[in-house]
């Protein structure tokens, strides 16, 4: 009797060694190992930059963050936020890009580099329609949908509103004036769209709108010929008469404006920290 109670006592000692084994193992395999564990804040920003630099996007973010999250104070954690921004538009996650941006603005607007969220925030905008097929095939701009447009229009306008004297405000004037004038074609081709309708009415309000509110843009000759168009439809021919004649005089005068080239490509980059002087701390 006693031998089979030393036996059980020795099997359940032996399942309870192997249990912890067990948990203790699955614990260790539970923890990844973290190579930034223990850095520094110069450290994580270092190496992050460093990512950015060879074009590792995602993981340059990832530092970024981890930065942010374990020194929060500081101008490494301020500088990550607009990295993070750039390193987002440059991963092709503008929703990202444009929130980190954002959080910037809030978190930091006196910062003497808080011109830079908001022309980055255009740049997202600007550039967010554009599809890949675009980058490589040539398309009307004014074809797209206008949402993304409008939005970088407001923000160029929100920049050179707020600062005037900035570095970025000579690209976002250039960047606005091809936006509008997209955005006037834009109308322009709708009224196209609804004469093929046989929506007259329709038309003529969108040729009027595009005269009225985008005047010196090279669209303005289009709203008129469609505004001749859909007079003539509608058997209103003195109003016809009167839209053919303001575009035979602009025309014989040469007052109707070319379209703009594209402004060139993005201009700016991440490197901030070149005038904060991060990389020597």
């Known amino acids: ?18 249990g912890t ?11 990844e190992f973290d190579e930034t564990e223990g850095w520094n804040a110069s450290k994580l920003y270092a190496e992050a930059a460093s990512e950015m630099d060879s074009g590792g996007y995602k993981k340059a973010i990832e530092l970024y963050e981890k930065l942010e999250a374990r020194y929060p104070f500081g101008r490494y954690a301020m500088q990550a936020q607009l990295d993070v921004a750039y390193a987002n538009y440059k991963a092709e996650e503008p929703e990202a890009a444009i929130a980190a941006a954002d959080r910037f603005i809030k978190l930091y607007p ?12 255009g740049i997202i905008n600007y550039n967010r329609s554009v599809g890949f097929l675009d980058r490589y095939i040539p398309t009307d701009p004014s074809q797209r949908d206008p949402g993304a447009a409008l ?11 707020r600062f005037p004297d900035s570095k970025y405000t000579p690209d976002a004037r250039q960047r606005m ?20 309708r046989q929506a007259y009415v ?16 090279s669209a303005v000759k289009g709203a008129l010929e469609v505004l001749v168009a859909a007079y003539k439809a509608l058997g209103e021919e003195k109003l016809a008469a009167d839209a053919q004649r303001v575009l035979d005089v602009n025309r014989k005068a040469g007052r109707f404006i070319s379209n703009d080239p594209a402004p060139s490509e993005l201009g700016v980059t991440r490197k901030l920290w070149d005038y904060i002087e991060l990389d020597k701390n």
């Not at 006196?110 to 022309?119: G, S």
């Not at 939005?151 to 509103?161: G, P, V």
């Open 151 to 161: 939005d970088a229009f407001a923000d160029f306008s929100e920049l050179i509103k």
């Open 177 to 196: 004036v091809y936006l509008r004038n997209n955005l006037a074609q834009n109308e322009v081709n709708v009224a196209r769209y609804y004469m093929k």
């Open 1 to 18: 009797m006693r031998r089979t109670l030393t036996r059980l006592a020795t099997l359940l000692l032996i399942a309870l060694l192997i």
């Open 110 to 121: 006196q910062n003497p580099f808080v011109d830079y969220a908001y022309f980055l925030k």
């Open 202 to 217: 329709a038309a003529a309000n969108r040729a009027n709108f595009v005269i009225e509110h985008f005047q010196r843009t």
């Open 21 to 31: 084994s067990i948990c203790a193992c699955s614990a260790f395999k539970g923890k």
